[in-house]
T-cell receptor, first 109, second 120 residues
Framework: GQNIDQPTEMTATEGAIVQINCTYQ??????LFWYQQHAGEAPTFLSY??LDGLEEKGRFSSFLSRSKGYSYLLLKELQMKDSASYLC??????????WGAGTKLIIKP | GAVVSQHPSWVICKSGTSVKIECRSL??????MFWYRQFPKQSLMLMAT?????????EQGVEKDKFLINHASLTLSTLTVTSAHPEDSSFYIC????????????????FGEGSRLTVL
């Protein structure tokens, strides 16, 4: 079966760094997405990785290792507004998105 | 950047009535649109994949006669919840896949704002 695993909840301090991990087992692979979702809102696109390595976008970075079926989202200089759920999703061989359950990130002052 | 507009944002209806939700890609052509729903504290669940000019492909467990999807043009897809019941109350989100505009958004999905449906 297809499976995406990510921690249910994480807590971090404002100004710190946090890494959210995602492991996957899917039928084929056409890329991995990270989305941010605030309660009651639609997800917002953060990153797309299809090749191994680190992609940096400002305070957010995403890493992919296809051989390990592993990705992480790195958030630096955390701000209170970063409190949200972070969803990992993989595009499988049929271009269907397989979603993780999301990681709820709680930022404390 | 690309924008996907979804309307209405909020809708409340009586049980037994039908509700239509529109999803428009505003500045790009979307040959494929996806419809998701999200129940509280759960991840997004793909309901169906809509390809322009053809019948939608529904995921297992999704009733195609209840959730009618029409994708008549490259910029518009609609989801109609027919004979809605309280258990259909959910957050419905559409997304559109770019990729026909020179490859800039290849593989990237753009999401609508979502529609919160409450069936009384």
């Amino acid at each position: 079966g297809q499976n995406i695993d990510q921690p249910t909840e994480m807590t971090a301090t404002e100004g710190a760094i946090v890494q959210i991990n995602c492991t996957y087992q899917t039928s084929g692979f056409n890329g991995l997405f990270w989305y941010q979702q605030h309660a009651g809102e639609a997800p917002t696109f953060l990153s797309y990785n299809v090749l191994d390595g680190l992609e940096e976008k400002g305070r957010f970075s995403s890493f992919l290792s296809r051989s390990k079926g592993y990705s992480y989202l790195l958030l630096k200089e955390l701000q209170m507004k970063d409190s949200a759920s972070y969803l990992c999703a993989v595009l499988d061989s049929n271009y269907q998105l397989i979603w993780g359950a999301g990681t709820k990130l709680i930022i404390k002052p | 950047g690309a924008v996907v507009s979804q309307h209405p944002s909020w809708v409340i209806c009586k049980s037994g009535t039908s509700v239509k939700i529109e999803c428009r890609s505003l500045d790009f052509q979307a040959t494929t649109m996806f419809w998701y729903r999200q129940f509280p504290k759960q991840s997004l669940m793909l309901m169906a994949t809509s390809n322009e000019g053809s019948k939608a492909t529904y995921e297992q467990g999704v009733e195609k006669d209840k959730f009618l999807i029409n994708h008549a043009s490259l910029t518009l897809s609609t989801l109609t919840v027919t004979s809605a019941h309280p258990e259909d109350s959910s957050f419905y989100i559409c997304s559109a896949r770019g990729g026909t505009s020179g490859g800039e958004h290849t593989g990237e999905l753009f999401f609508g704002e979502g529609s919160r449906l409450t069936v009384l």
